[in-house]
């Protein structure tokens, strides 16, 4: 398996998927030793169809905010024994995952190896890229849910630098970094839109 590409890697993963949960202890242990690039490119696909799963925005974004900081501080992954345990609902999760697949491949099909090398090298860089997850995580788990895109953009962000620093490509790593400047420009135009439609309506509510 460990010769598959990344989305080979995680099709057997969503194929072995139980039929009823799976608790994210349970994911963690299957995508194994090098998993945690890979289980944050997992976690990220749910967000690349307009399909909403209530609350696993929360949990992923969490579970993918402890990945960045693990990797940045060279810990181990540590998760409360809350979310380690909570159960994921497979019957949406999987069909979802399963038409979100064809994304990763495109994405994967257009990713080489070696591409602007100083950015997957070690030291100040590594943790750029790191604080980069940690980044995308945050903006994953800002309570605009039910807009769209809101999700899609963080999510697309962390698929590219998971993917870059997995097959040590630059390139991707450098959209991952795009990715999420867009993303804080959207939530800004969200946010200033939304003080801007509030005003409108106190406004009116006093005149």
């Known amino acids: 398996m ?3 590409s990344i989305s080979q890697r995680l099709r057997s993963l969503v194929r072995s998927l139980p039929p009823t949960g799976i608790t994210l202890a349970e994911l963690i242990h299957r995508v194994g030793n090098d998993g945690l690039l890979l289980l944050t490119a997992l976690l990220t696909l749910v967000f690349l ?3 909403s799963i209530p609350g696993v925005s929360t949990v992923f974004g969490a ?6 900081l693990s990797r940045l501080f060279g810990r181990e992954l540590w998760l409360p024994s809350k979310m380690r345990h909570k159960t994921i ?3 949406k999760l999987r069909p979802v995952l399963r038409k979100a697949l064809p994304w990763l491949q495109k994405i994967e099909r257009v990713s080489r190896p070696n591409r602007i090398r100083w950015l997957v090298t070690q030291g100040p860089v ?3 890229n790191n604080a980069s997850i940690i980044l995308g995580a945050v ?3 800002m309570p605009f849910g039910m807009i769209p895109f809101s999700n899609t953009f963080p999510a697309v962000a962390l698929l590219f630098l998971a993917i870059g620093l997995l097959q040590r490509d630059g390139v991707c790593v450098l959209l991952g970094y795009i990715s999420n400047i867009v993303t804080i420009g959207y939530f800004g135009l969200l946010i200033t839109g939304g003080g801007m439609a ?3 309506a106190f406004v009116r509510l006093t005149a």
């Open 2 to 4: 460990h010769g598959d």
């Open 49 to 51: 169809i307009p399909v």
């Open 63 to 68: 579970a993918i905010l402890l990945i960045g």
């Open 89 to 91: 609902g497979t019957k």
């Open 126 to 128: 590594e943790r750029m």
């Open 139 to 141: 903006l994953l788990m």
């Open 198 to 200: 509030m005003r409108e």
